[in-house]
């Protein structure tokens, strides 16, 4: 059973950082390129980042880059987005996604930005 199970994810003050992990089971996760997108109260998903299987080739959004950092472990089946000087525009669930002849997602995990 294919799992993407997201964490990390809460309040924090406008400039703080954040952690947010996505742990992978039941598929060959080395195999597959994986992102992270979000979306916010009455607005669209949007995709944030991406790091491809091969290389580890990194791809982000304007609106985060040079904030945020995807990274990811194959040993932990487990990627990773980095998210530092938060803004209140970054509120939003975050979702993890994996892609690469079918797409997998998970629950998402809140992130809120606020004072």
């Known amino acids: 059973q294919v799992q993407l199970v997201e964490s990390g994810g809460g309040l924090v003050q406008p400039g703080g950082s954040l952690r947010l992990s996505c742990a992978a089971s039941?598929?060959?996760?080395?195999?597959?390129?994986m992102n992270w997108y979000r979306q916010a109260p009455g607005k669209e998903r949007e995709w944030v980042a991406g790091?491809?299987?091969?290389?580890?080739?990194?791809t982000y959004a304007e609106f985060v880059k040079g904030r945020f950092t995807i990274s990811r472990d194959n040993a932990k089946n487990t990627v990773y987005l980095q998210m530092n000087s938060l803004k209140p525009d970054d509120t939003a669930v975050y979702y993890c996604?994996?892609?690469?002849?079918?797409?997998?997602w998970g629950q998402g995990t809140q992130v809120t930005v606020s004072s």
């Open positions: 996604n994996a892609r690469q002849f079918t797409n997998y």
């Open positions: 039941g598929f060959t996760f080395s195999n597959y390129g």
């Open positions: 790091i491809t299987s091969v290389n580890a080739k990194t």
